[in-house]
Structure formats: structure tokens, C-alpha cells
């Protein structure tokens, strides 16, 4: 399993942008398929964007598409959620989280495929 460590939170008035990333220890990142998920006080963690191995199929929850992009770079094992024309029900603890049993051009939106979690990083966007 790979060891998940998420950075690049903040605060950030709405109509900002953020981003995210996530460094991954362990030599099989790349076998990896990627997800970041959120989740905001009082509510359940949510979907947010999924990325395959290899990076060439990403996948976004409605409420994101346009607005936020995933991407990763295996050679220095991190992955990254580009946050733009941000809006206050964006405010969230953003976790990123690692699939490793991930057919190679699958991407993943169920929480459950995932057995790697990090600690999470704090996104507040105010009005």
C-alpha cells in the first residue's frame, strides 16, 4: 500500500482557485488508480474526481465538472486536483486515496475501491 500525505488547503474567497496535491510513497504508484473525495461538516464523504494509472481517463462528480481538474505525474508519485471558480459549498476536508487492485484504464467513484487514505487537507472558501 501506498502512504498518502494531501497539502495546498486554505482559505480562498469564492470565485478563487486552489490546488491540491497528494504525494505518494511506495514504488507502485503507478499501479494506482487515484480519487480525491471530500467531505464537508455534518455531511457524508463525497466523490469528487478520479484519475486511472496511467492518466488517460479522468472522471468528475457533476457538482465539479468544468470547474476542477485531476492529473498526476507517476514519476514523482503525486496527484493533483486543480481547483478554479471555487464557491462556498466547496468548503471540505479534501482526502485523496489510492486504488491499488485498479484495472489499468478504470477509473473509480465508489469510496469503497479505495484502500489507501490520506489525513486530508482543509478547504474553506468564503461568500
Known amino acids: 500500500q501506498v502512504q498518502l500525505v494531501e497539502s495546498g488547503g486554505g482559505l480562498v474567497q469564492a470565485g478563487g482557485s486552489l490546488r491540491l496535491s497528494c504525494a505518494a510513497s511506495?514504488?507502485?504508484?503507478?499501479?494506482?488508480?487515484m480519487g480525491w473525495f471530500r467531505q464537508a461538516p455534518g455531511k457524508e464523504r463525497e466523490f469528487v474526481a478520479a484519475i486511472s494509472r496511467g492518466g488517460s481517463r479522468t472522471y468528475y462528480a457533476d457538482t465539479v465538472k468544468g470547474r476542477f481538474t485531476i492529473s498526476r505525474d507517476n514519476a514523482k508519485n503525486t496527484v493533483a486536483l486543480q481547483m478554479n471558480s471555487l464557491k462556498p459549498e466547496d468548503t471540505a476536508d479534501y482526502y485523496c486515496?489510492?486504488?491499488?487492485?485498479?484495472?489499468?484504464?478504470?477509473?473509480?467513484?465508489?469510496?469503497?475501491?479505495?484502500?489507501?487514505w490520506g489525513q486530508g487537507t482543509q478547504v474553506t472558501v468564503s461568500s
Open positions: 511506495g514504488r507502485t504508484f503507478s499501479s494506482n488508480a
Open positions: 486515496a489510492a486504488n491499488p487492485r485498479a484495472y489499468p484504464t478504470v477509473v473509480y467513484s465508489n469510496a469503497a475501491a479505495y484502500g489507501s
